[in-house]
């Protein structure tokens, strides 16, 4: 073993590459990085071959050399020719692309999110989803759909072209609402629980209360509601990824990219927090304000991506606990793996919900419903994983 | 380099625990603070390590204040040892350790830390538990764990709360006397709050006792442990014997805390004449 | 064993308990209580008994008002409400003129309880539409205690003129009332079947395919809806046909990728020739038909523009009035005359003589419009 010695950094390709000795506590430690690195690494690969399997599969099955075509054609129009039928190109990218970068960003922030809260209120159960964050989105899109503009006194509609997309007043609205609300719960949350110590117990509870609030609130929007609103706000509430248009993804990208950011320079903070908010605080963490702010950047990213989604319930919680379960509880290799995980799960879930009655589809809602039961079940009956949580 | 704490008062919300708390501490020093339970000691110790802000008073080291010092440079002169610890989710004990390196990395682990922590598992005897999930640990093993993880953060000031609370006879005896040889060989100071009179007897420099939510005493240890202070404090009737490795806290009301030496049924054979 | 016969008896008190919900709840069915000399089977299918003719009711039905107009049953309609807080106020807003001054504006209709409405209105009769939700199921239980009866009847689609002569039975089918209806049947099939000649006379557009778009719903109808039969009879097919799509309702949401995606398909091998929109209540000006046809485009990025009839100016938009309910047999007339069809009718002159006959102030003009400038504007026909 040897003591001391310079910080030389070992790259990517060193790691995957060298021979590893494993007699050195380097080397284990080198060995338990590895094994972190390519596990994300082969969730990575997996996600980028589902990407490609989404773009070709769908109500009309595209096939392969076509879909290459089309970016090829699109990349190098000289040098490729067109696909051969012209609507694969329309389909690719307006349609499946889109779409498929909407299930990235919403998977990646969801687990994420999921991730990051469970860390920093050390409970294995909290999500963007048990905080009360969706019921508050699924309130302001309740009555956005409800009661339109005029819930702010105002009379808005129509529609604005902006070339690049369509804002649709009804749709802008919902998505302001439930955006709006989600960023009104955590605010709540946090105010509830203030105090010198924003206790990690009194933000769950204040979730909980927050929540039931809000449903109140979407249960009397349903009482007001004709037909086609119930109908609306009922598949909101099921979440699915067909509100995916480029302009979706110019407004979400730059949100989950900075929010990611600040969430992946905590990761050693949210390490130190595992060891209890004493010894984190010990250990140089501003404990208090590190919670706070990690919440709000969580809840700003999900909300953000729920605004255009509707409810995506259970990655927040699944794709964590699948990751932690693997390679341990390290958020700096924790929180790309949840992200990723969050990415395969929802496209997974995705491509089912387009195939399964195609041409028609289901909301993935559904989907992501019995499978975190089942889950969760399995993990329950599963004594050895059980325990770990 | 010197701790120094002077007119201490904490307490949370309008009820006050300690007040009037003054001492100092220095490298190469054994502090211990003693107190029966509900005293303060515990919220001594974290108004210590900055985990609570003291309502009134400072703390400084080396003349600073630590109010004026970036976390993280306090981080690396002051480690604190809860007295339960715990850890989320699934971590390896190699993990937990490496915590302690927190206020040195901004993102990755350098060979230097990795070394450090390495021989902090070592030195705690916990190197052979390094894959193993910390959940998975005896309480006697998880708390070498914890404090391998301080001794990994290298600060200056060890802080403890309890340390020998969850540990046997033999995890205690070789704890505290890694923790005193480092202290002597190192000069790092270490603070521990204790119930334990004979231990602290035994590895302390100096002494500091809580009562009615004031110092009650503060110097040597020889000075201030006494059959006064212990009759006073824990309104305990006891006898303080000379034994081969230094004294000895004998306690004679049936209520008091046992010692190595003490029996319970020798004590009643004793009392009935048998 | 004592586990095993309390398990036994704890089975025993469910059941029954379970039963006794179910006869409770499922009681007559009908609503009616007596051999009566009126019966009708309502559109739920629920057979309605009375001893004698209604001589009163209270509407939580938006057609229902219009339908006793025409029948000239202005003395007979006791109350009116609906379900939402906008559309009771505007609804009243529009009907109430057309009725006796003695009609009550009732609060909105899940807020009631039977005993407010008979306090209200004095009548325990109440019509609803047959597929949307007004009243829930707890408050059709008490209704029934209390002895109300609820009458299901849409009077709009195809059993718009069935729901009329159902409406006619249960008001006792006096002389002014079946008159009243046969003069609306006659006017109502004479439209239709001029259209229908007019049709059978021109050329064969049975490979012209088409899409039906409902706004509100932001879906696609299919082919077992009311409006694509109608329109099936003038003109083409519906574009959906073949799909694949489920046909599990009347529409297919339009914001489902597949959905967009097999039109465009359909679009592409073979051009669609035309897209119908019915639009809404407030589609009466060319501005309003263009607001109407932006957010359908909004809702579908692939095909919204690209589709072909927009791309050759072909997409028509209605008036919600005229493509369902007591004046859906302009509805004909408006399709025909967008497919080039020369019925000889006018659809001013049409609503200008229902005005006459009926007494309602319909609007003579702002029920169809057709697209312009490649999709900037929209022009009125009608």
């Known amino acids: ?389 | ?274 | 064993m004592k586990k095993a016969v309390m398990a036994i008896v704890t089975a025993v008190i469910v059941c029954t308990a379970a039963a006794g919900v179910y006869i409770i709840a499922s009681g007559t069915g009908s609503g009616g209580e007596t051999d009566g000399t009126i019966s009708i089977v309502d559109g739920s299918g629920a057979t309605i008994t009375l001893s004698e003719p209604l001589t009163g009711v209270v509407t939580a039905n938006t057609n229902i008002p219009k339908a006793m107009k025409i029948l000239g049953l202005t003395d007979e309609l006791k109350g009116l409400s609906f379900y939402t807080a906008s559309t009771n106020q505007s609804n009243w807003d529009l009907y109430s003129p057309l009725f006796n001054k003695d009609v009550v504006h009732m609060p909105l209709i899940q807020s009631m309880t039977a005993e407010s409405i008979v306090a209200m209105t004095g009548c325990k009769y109440i019509i609803c539409p047959v597929t949307s939700m007004t009243i829930t199921a707890s408050q059709e239980t008490s209704f029934k205690e209390f002895g109300i009866t609820i009458i299901r009847l849409d009077c709009n689609g195809d059993s718009a003129l069935d729901d009329l002569e159902k409406l006619t039975v249960l008001f006792g089918k006096t002389d002014k009332v079946v008159d009243a209806y046969d003069s609306y049947c006659r006017m109502y099939d004479g439209v239709v079947s001029t259209v229908t000649a007019a049709v059978a006379a021109s050329p064969s557009t049975q490979d012209r395919t088409f899409l039906s778009y409902m706004s509100s719903l932001h879906a696609f109808y299919n082919e077992t809806s009311a409006i694509s039969v109608m329109t099936e009879s003038i003109y083409g097919k519906n574009a959906l046909r073949g799909t694949g799509l489920p046909l599990i309702g009347p529409t297919n949401p339009a914001g489902e990728m597949g959905t967009r995606e097999v039109i465009k398909t359909k679009d592409s091998n073979r051009p669609i020739d035309k897209i119908f929109v019915r639009g809404t209540a407030t589609t009466n000006t060319p501005s309003a038909a263009l607001a109407v046809w932006q957010n359908v485009a909004s809702v579908l990025p692939i095909t919204g523009y690209d589709l072909s009839p927009a791309k050759t100016d072909e997409v028509y938009v209605f008036h919600t009035n005229i493509m369902s309910g007591m004046l859906s047999f302009i509805g004909y007339v408006a399709i025909a005359e967008v497919c080039g069809i020369d019925t000889g009718l006018s659809i001013s002159d049409l609503i200008a003589a229902f005005n006459t006959a009926y007494g309602f102030t319909e609007a003579t003009s702002g029920y169809v419009f057709k697209m312009t400038g490649g999709g900037t504007g929209f022009a009125k026909i009608a």
Not at chain 1, 149 to 161: F, K, M, P, W, Y
Not at chain 1, 318 to 340: E, K, Q, T, V, W
């Open chain 2, 1 to 274: 380099m010197r701790l120094e704490i002077s007119g201490i008062k904490q307490g949370y919300g309008k009820k006050v625990i300690i007040e009037d708390i003054s001492m100092t501490a220095g490298s190469g020093e054994v502090v211990t603070i003693l107190g029966p339970n509900g005293s303060g000691k515990s919220t001594l110790i974290k108004t210590i390590c900055n985990i609570m802000e003291p309502k009134e008073g400072t703390i400084s080291i080396d003349g600073v204040n630590i109010d004026q010092m970036d976390r993280r440079e306090f981080a690396k002169i002051v480690g604190y040892v809860p007295q339960t610890g715990m850890v989320f989710g699934q971590s390896s004990v190699y993990d937990s350790v490496l915590i302690g390196r927190r206020p040195y990395v901004e993102w990755s682990y350098s060979k230097e830390d990795i070394n450090i922590a390495a021989e902090a598992m070592i030195k705690m005897k916990v190197d052979d538990l390094y894959d193993r999930q910390v959940s998975e640990l005896s309480g006697g093993q998880f708390q070498r764990v914890t404090l391998a993880r301080t001794l990994a953060q290298s600060p200056a000031f060890y802080i403890f709360d309890e340390p020998t609370s969850s540990l046997d006879l033999r995890n205690q005896l070789d704890t505290l006397r890694i923790m005193r040889a480092m202290v002597k060989e190192k000069g790092v100071c270490m603070i521990m709050a204790m119930h334990d009179l004979n231990l602290a007897l035994r590895f302390s420099d100096k002494v500091m006792v809580l009562k009615d939510r004031r110092v009650y005493a503060f110097g040597s240890a020889h000075e201030v442990i006494t059959e006064k202070m212990i009759r006073d404090v824990y309104k305990v009737d006891s006898m303080i014997i000379d034994g081969p490795e230094g004294r000895y806290i004998y306690a004679l009301d049936e209520d008091a805390v046992r010692t190595p030496s003490g029996d319970k049924d020798d004590k009643e054979e004793d009392a009935k004449g048998t």
């Open chain 1, 1 to 389: 073993m040897s003591i001391g010695g310079t910080n030389d950094r070992k790259t990517l390709i060193d790691l995957i590459r060298n021979r590893i000795d494993e007699d050195t506590f380097e080397g284990k430690y080198e060995a338990s990085v590895r094994k972190r690195v390519l596990f994300i690494l082969l969730i990575l690969t997996l996600s980028v071959v589902l990407f490609f399997v989404a773009i070709a599969l769908g109500a009309v099955d595209i096939p392969l050399i076509d879909v290459l075509k089309a970016f090829g054609h699109r990349l190098l129009p000289g040098v490729v020719g067109a696909p051969s039928q012209d609507y694969y190109s329309d389909f690719i990218f307006k349609g499946r692309m889109p779409r498929m970068f909407l299930v990235i960003l919403t998977g990646f922030s969801l687990g994420v999110a999921g991730m990051i809260m469970q860390g920093l209120l050390r409970n294995p159960l909290v999500s963007p989803f048990t905080l009360g964050v969706s019921t508050a989105a699924s309130f302001g899109a309740a009555i956005a759909i409800v009661f339109g503009t005029t819930a702010i006194g105002v009379t808005l509609s129509g529609t604005i072209d902006l070339g690049i997309m369509y804002l649709e007043m009804g749709n802008i609205l919902k998505i302001l609402f439930a955006f709006a609300f989600a960023m009104v719960s955590i605010v709540l949350i946090l105010l509830l629980s203030r105090g010198k110590n924003t206790s990690r117990s009194m933000v769950i509870l204040s979730g909980v209360v927050i929540s039931y609030l809000f449903q109140a609130g979407i249960m009397a929007s349903k009482y007001f509601a004709d037909d086609a609103q119930l109908r609306e706000i009922t598949l909101w509430i099921m979440g699915s990824m067909t509100g995916a248009t480029w302009g979706t993804i110019l407004i979400l990208f730059p949100i989950v990219l900075l929010c990611g950011i600040f969430l992946f320079k905590t990761s050693v903070d949210i390490n130190a927090l595992s060891a209890g908010d004493d010894v984190a605080s010990s250990l140089g963490v501003n404990v208090q304000s590190l919670r706070k702010k990690g919440l709000i950047v969580c809840t700003l990213m999900t909300a953000a991506c729920l605004a255009f989604t509707g409810v995506i319930g259970f990655i927040g919680l699944m794709a964590p606990h699948i990751c932690r379960m693997i390679i341990g509880n390290d958020s700096r290799y924790l929180m790309p793996a949840a992200g990723l995980m969050g990415v395969l799960i929802l496209s997974v879930s995705d491509l089912f919900c387009r195939l399964i009655i195609r041409p028609g589809e289901l909301p993935v809602g559904i989907v992501l419903y019995i499978t975190g039961g089942i889950f969760f079940i399995w993990l329950i009956a599963n004594k050895k994983w059980s325990q770990r949580i």
